[in-house]
Each structure stands twice: as structure tokens, then as C-alpha cells.
């Protein structure tokens, strides 16, 4: 077993040494053709260096026109048919030269990829260096860039003392002391000028800092000796208060309204601006006219709580959005359409009642017997005015006397509408409506409040109007309650059939007159359309508006006869006549319209007022109806004789109803037969004019 084993062993260990041999040879080779192919590569490299494209081009063209000959040629040997050996030889040979060429042919291949690997790594290796010095150029940019940007803050530096506002340099070698100023230095270097005046300033800031806070010591004892006193002045009001509630009896027994001032005083604060400037200046306008002229007459005052105007901002900030849910809320359980319908109608009424909201405080100014009430409505941004008698007097009818009072203080202002042209969007049938219920919103008004409507709407007032305009309005607000007075205790005379006149006046008539006043009573204008149907043409005709009138209806009658008259009052009455349109009921219906006689009467009574005496003119009524008396005489006695001597009559008895009782030397005269109207008091005769 042991030569066996031994042998196995000597037999493997030769294999090994056989193989181990092949492998040795193999790696010899594979090391000859790595060091052979190295040397083509280095032959071919070499090739590639000493040869130009052009040259390899060449030889590739030959190449390939010496195989394309090959190939002929062998081509022509198979086709000749020829089987020899020397054919076949010249055939193997041919074969052989064109796989030589081949060779060549791939030899050429490799040569043009080395150029080309050559030229792109040379192209790539020039790219590289291009973009390293474009590289390089872009920081040198950068650098000079930033370079140039330190530069330009360099030159726009700024330093801190440049915003320091330095003396002048005069003022500074006047003031300043030689150890600073330093003048035969500083004046032939600018830097050390700058420096020095820097010094300087330095110095008197110090010392003005040392000022400033003696400054502020003496304020902070000045403040301590003020709060020590507002303290004492704290402590001092209520025993002030006590003071003069204790006194408070003998104000009012001594009549001093110390109390009232103080509380007026307390009320203006609260007062919203409109009515404030109001206030204010018809206030200084009164105080001027006691001082000057002591009149009485003229009183302001501010009504309303204190209280309810502190809580009238905070109540009346809930606004049109919760008023409206609380009326949904109260509809909710009506049906569909019927709840609808009634939800619009309340929640007009309530936007209505919201934007009617007035403040709660009104200015209160008395004017003779009059007192006059202004009140701002604030939604509206508008100042209403109302008035009443202050007190009532026995027998004398209260609306006479306010009854379109305000109106036509000044021309084509009667106050029916709102003159803040944005309440025109507001609900305007429904607002203007119920401003006349809180009160009459006259321009006048308006301007005395600041509030100017005529141009753009201003939501702020101005801050004064014109003292002439105040003037002028209260000037015009006393005339025209003293002559409405005057015009109500003429009316109290009417009523009772009176025609009292001064002796002035009553010598222009004759000392007996049959004709009475029977009746007088006022009307309207609607009744007096009714009734004379000529008297909306005469006041279209005088281009009166009816809202600015009065109206009245008279009756005058003698025996049988009758005179029906209806007056026109301006509401400015004396300042402006009454106007009367006629109708007569005797022997027929005689008006303006069928008889010259009743035109002419219209003519005659219609006056102007500059025929009585400005002390007089109130009774420019009391004139017109006594004339209308006397032409009645006059109708009824003319008429008489006419009928008498046949001259034509409005009678048809035998007998004239009325005698003659006046004197007439010419019963009428002219084409239009007109009767003589002027009364002579010296003969007693009555001319013609």
C-alpha cells in the first residue's frame, strides 16, 4: 500500500509540476502580448505623432482602391473558368495580399480613434484651462467689483459729526477760548478746524446739559408745588358745593342763577356740535345786546336731562340691524305672505322712527313772548325748529300765532323738506313727513348750526358762521313775532266786527258807513280753492306760493246785500299787503270774472303797503275791509240812482232797494262805466281818481 500511495503521490506531484509549467508559460505569453501590445500602441502613438490625418486619408484611399483591384482580379480568375493549380495559386495569393490590406485597413481604424481620443483630450484639456481662466477672470471681476463697492462707501461715508450743527466759523474764534480754537494751527489745516470746533461744541453742550438738569430740578419743584395746590383746590370744591348749597336759598330770594350758569355750562359740553355752534353764537349775541343795549327780550337756554344725554351714545348705538331683527322676531309665527307684507310696513316705520332719533339735549331760545326750540336730529344730520307761546292769553287763538310763524324768515325757505340732499335716499316720502312732526328744518337753521347744504354735503359743521347773519336771523325772528302779535289782537278785532282805525287813517272815510262786517273766520287753502275758483290763477299770476299765506274768509253785508271776500295773508304780513279776491251776492252772482265793477274794486283794495305810514301798516287789513265796506255803500247807493235815471242797473224792482245817502256829483264815468272811489273829507264828495 505504501508503494501504491507513493507512486499517487509522484504521479500528482509531476501533474502539478506539469501544470504549474503550463500556467507559467501561459502568463510568459500573456506578459510577451501585453509588452507587444504596448509596443503597437506605443509604434502606433508614434505613427499618430509623425503622420497627419490627411497623409492616413491618402493611404486609406489607396488601400482601398489597391483591394477593390484585388478583388477584380480574383474575380476575373473565377469567372475565366480556369481550375489549375497556378490559377488557384494566383487566386490564394491575391487572397492573401487583400487580407494584408485589411490589416492595413484596421491598422489605419485604429490610427484615426487614437487622433481623434488625441483631439478630444487635447480639446478637453484646452476646455478646461479656458474655464479655469474664465473662472479666474469672473473673481477677478468679483474682486473689482467689490473692490469698487468698499470704494464708493469709502467716498459716501458719512461720519457722525458731519449731522452735528457746528457754530459758524467766526462765532467760533470769537467765542471759543485760545486753548481750543488754536488759530495758527487751525486755520491752515481744515482737519484740525473740524476737530477744535468739535471741541467746542462738546464744551457748551456740557454745560448747557448742566442747565438743563437745573432746568429739570426746578420743574420737578415747580410740578410737587403744583400737585400740593391742585390737591388743596381738590379739597377745596366740596366745601365749595356745601357753600353754596347753603346759599342756595339766598339765590333764589336775591333771583342770582348761579346754580343755573354753572349747570348750563355742564349741559354745553354735552351738546353735539351742530347745536353747540348754534348755541354758542346766538348766545354772544344776546350777551351783546344786554351789554349794549340792555334788552331783555332775547333768552337761550339748554333743555333736556344730563343724564339721558350721558347714555344717548351708548342706547343708541344698537342701530337699523337689531331694530329689524326684533320686529322678524316678532312676526315669526304669522303666515307666509301676510308676515312679509307686515314685516315691510313695520320695518319702514321703525327705519323711520330710527332715523328721526334726536338728541336728547335742544336749545331753547325765548324770543319776546315766544319760545323757539332747535333740536338735532342725528341720523339725519339736520337741526329741526318748532315754537310756541311762552303763555296763553285769554281770547286770543294760540295756532294764529304759530301757525307758519318761522316760515319765509328769509325767501322761498318754508322748511317742508330736509335740506341735506342725502336724506333724499332715505325713505324720502316717509322721512320728510315725519320731520315735520319733530319740528320744521329751515335753511336759516342749518346755517346758524354750522350745517352748510348749498354745495358738497358737509357731515361736519363749520366751526363760526358770519355775525351778521346771526344778527340778521334774530333780528328777523323778533319782527316777525311782534307783528304777529300785533296781527292776532287785529284778528281778536275782526272777529268781533270791529274796524277800528287810528285818526290818521279813519279820516280817509266818511264818518257813516251802512255796510257791516258780519263775519271773519280763517280757512285753508283747499277751502278757498273750492270757493273762488279765480284764486289759484291770481296767485299763479303773482307767483305767490300758497305755503307762505294765510287764509281768510270775510262776509260783509247791507241788508240784502252781500260781500263775500276771501284774504290772502302772507305769512310776513305787515312786510308783505294781503291780497283779497272778491264775489258779490245782490241781484246776482257778480265776480272779477262777469263784472268790471268788482275788478276795479280788487284794484282799488289791493294796495301796497307804502300808502299808509310805516307806524301804521299793521292796520293795512283793517283798511282793506273798510274800504270793501264803503264800496259796498257805493255799489248798492250808485246802483239806486242809475235805476233812477235809467242808466242801466243790476236791480229789477220799480223802486231802488237802497237810497241815496252820499254825495256823488258823477255816478260814473268813461267807457267802463267806473264808480268814483276817492272820498274828499273836506267836501264829502266821492271823485273819481
Not at 493611404?59 to 474575380?75: A, P
Not at 342770582?256 to 353764537?281: G, H, M, N, T
Not at 241815496?660 to 271823485?687: C, V
Amino acid at each position: 500500500m505504501s508503494k501504491i500511495s507513493k507512486r499517487i503521490e509522484s504521479e500528482s506531484v509531476k501533474q502539478d509540476t506539469k501544470k504549474n509549467k503550463n500556467e507559467l508559460s501561459i502568463l510568459a505569453v500573456a506578459n510577451k502580448v501585453k509588452e507587444s501590445s504596448k509596443n503597437f500602441m506605443e509604434i502606433e502613438e508614434k505613427e499618430v505623432e509623425s503622420r497627419t490625418g490627411e497623409n492616413d486619408l491618402k493611404m486609406f484611399k489607396e488601400t482601398c482602391s489597391e483591394v477593390r483591384r484585388l478583388m477584380t482580379d480574383i474575380l476575373k480568375l473565377k469567372v475565366s473558368g480556369k481550375t489549375d493549380e497556378e490559377t488557384k495559386k494566383k487566386i490564394m495569393e491575391k487572397r492573401v495580399e487583400a487580407s494584408l490590406l485589411f490589416v492595413t485597413l484596421k491598422k489605419l481604424n485604429r490610427i484615426d480613434k487614437l487622433r481623434l481620443k488625441k483631439a478630444r483630450d487635447t480639446t478637453h484639456d484646452a476646455k478646461q484651462r479656458v474655464d479655469s481662466f474664465h473662472l479666474q477672470l469672473e473673481n477677478l471681476l468679483y474682486e473689482v467689483f467689490h473692490l469698487k463697492k468698499e470704494v464708493d462707501k469709502c467716498l459716501e461715508f458719512k461720519s457722525k459729526d458731519e449731522d452735528i450743527e457746528l457754530v459758524p466759523v467766526e462765532e467760533f474764534y470769537q467765542e471759543a477760548p485760545p486753548s481750543i480754537s488754536k488759530t495758527e494751527l487751525t486755520k491752515s489745516n481744515q482737519h484740525k478746524l473740524t476737530l477744535a470746533r468739535l471741541e467746542w461744541e462738546f464744551e457748551q453742550r456740557k454745560r448747557l446739559s448742566e442747565q438743563c438738569r437745573n432746568l429739570e430740578q426746578n420743574r420737578e419743584k415747580a410740578s410737587n408745588e403744583i400737585a400740593q395746590k391742585q390737591k388743596q383746590l381738590e379739597s377745596l370744591l366740596p366745601r365749595l358745593n356745601s357753600i353754596l348749597e347753603s346759599t342756595r336759598p339766598l339765590q333764589e330770594e336775591l333771583n342770582l342763577p348761579v346754580e343755573r350758569i354753572k349747570f348750563q355750562k355742564e349741559l354745553a359740553l354735552l351738546l353735539p356740535d351742530p347745536l353747540y355752534i348754534l348755541y354758542s353764537q346766538i348766545k354772544a349775541f344776546i350777551e351783546a345786546c344786554v351789554l349794549f343795549y340792555s334788552d331783555p327780550s332775547l333768552q337761550i337756554s339748554i333743555e333736556g336731562g344730563m343724564e339721558d344725554a350721558l347714555n344717548f351714545g351708548s342706547k343708541n348705538k344698537t342701530g337699523l340691524d337689531e331694530i329689524l331683527e326684533d320686529v322678524d322676531s316678532a312676526e315669526s309665527d304669522m303666515e307666509a305672505e301676510y308676515e312679509t307684507n307686515k314685516r315691510t310696513v313695520t320695518s319702514n316705520k321703525m327705519k323711520t322712527d330710527w332715523q328721526l332719533t334726536r338728541h336728547p339735549l335742544r336749545i331753547q331760545l325765548t324770543v319776546e313772548r315766544v319760545v323757539i326750540n332747535f333740536a338735532y336730529l342725528i341720523t339725519l344730520n339736520i337741526v329741526v325748529v318748532d315754537c310756541k307761546p311762552l303763555q296763553r292769553d285769554n281770547g286770543i287763538d294760540q295756532h294764529c300765532i304759530i301757525d307758519n310763524l318761522l316760515s319765509e324768515i328769509f325767501p322761498n325757505d318754508h322748511g317742508d323738506e330736509s335740506p341735506n340732499w342725502v336724506n333724499c335716499f332715505q325713505a324720502r316720502s316717509m322721512v320728510n313727513g315725519k320731520i315735520n312732526e319733530q319740528g320744521k328744518p329751515y335753511l336759516w337753521a342749518q346755517r346758524l348750526a354750522g350745517l352748510d347744504f348749498n354745495g358738497v354735503v358737509k357731515s361736519t359743521p363749520q366751526t363760526f358762521i358770519n355775525t351778521e347773519f346771526v344778527e340778521s336771523v334774530v333780528v328777523a325772528l323778533k319782527n316777525r313775532i311782534n307783528y304777529r302779535f300785533q296781527f292776532v289782537k287785529v284778528l281778536h278785532l275782526l272777529e268781533k266786527g270791529e274796524l277800528n282805525l287810528n285818526q290818521d287813517s279813519n279820516a280817509a272815510f266818511p264818518a257813516t258807513i251802512y255796510s257791516r262786517l258780519v263775519s271773519w273766520a280763517p280757512s285753508s287753502y283747499e277751502e278757498c280753492i273750492v270757493t273762488s275758483k279765480n284764486l289759484d290763477q291770481l296767485l299763479n299770476f303773482l307767483e305767490i306760493n300758497p305755503k307762505a299765506l294765510m287764509f281768510f274768509k270775510a262776509t260783509i253785508e247791507r241788508e240784502s246785500a252781500k260781500l263775500l271776500a276771501i284774504f290772502v295773508v302772507p305769512v310776513d304780513y305787515p312786510n308783505s299787503a294781503p291780497i283779497c279776491s272778491l264775489e258779490l251776492l245782490w241781484n246776482g252772482k257778480h265776480t272779477r270774472e262777469n263784472s268790471e265793477i268788482i275788478r276795479g274794486i280788487e284794484a282799488e283794495v289791493n294796495v301796497s303797503i307804502n300808502e299808509l305810514p310805516p307806524q301804521h301798516k299793521i292796520d293795512i287789513l283793517i283798511v282793506q275791509l273798510k274800504k270793501l265796506t264803503l264800496h259796498l255803500d257805493l255799489i248798492t247807493e250808485i246802483d239806486g240812482q242809475l235805476m233812477k235815471r235809467g242808466g242801466g242797473s243790476w236791480q229789477s224792482q220799480a223802486k231802488p232797494e237802497f237810497s241815496a245817502e252820499k254825495m256823488i256829483p258823477q255816478l260814473i264815468k268813461g267807457h267802463d262805466r267806473t264808480f268814483p272811489t276817492k272820498y274828499d273829507a273836506g267836501s264829502g264828495f266821492f271823485l273819481h281818481q
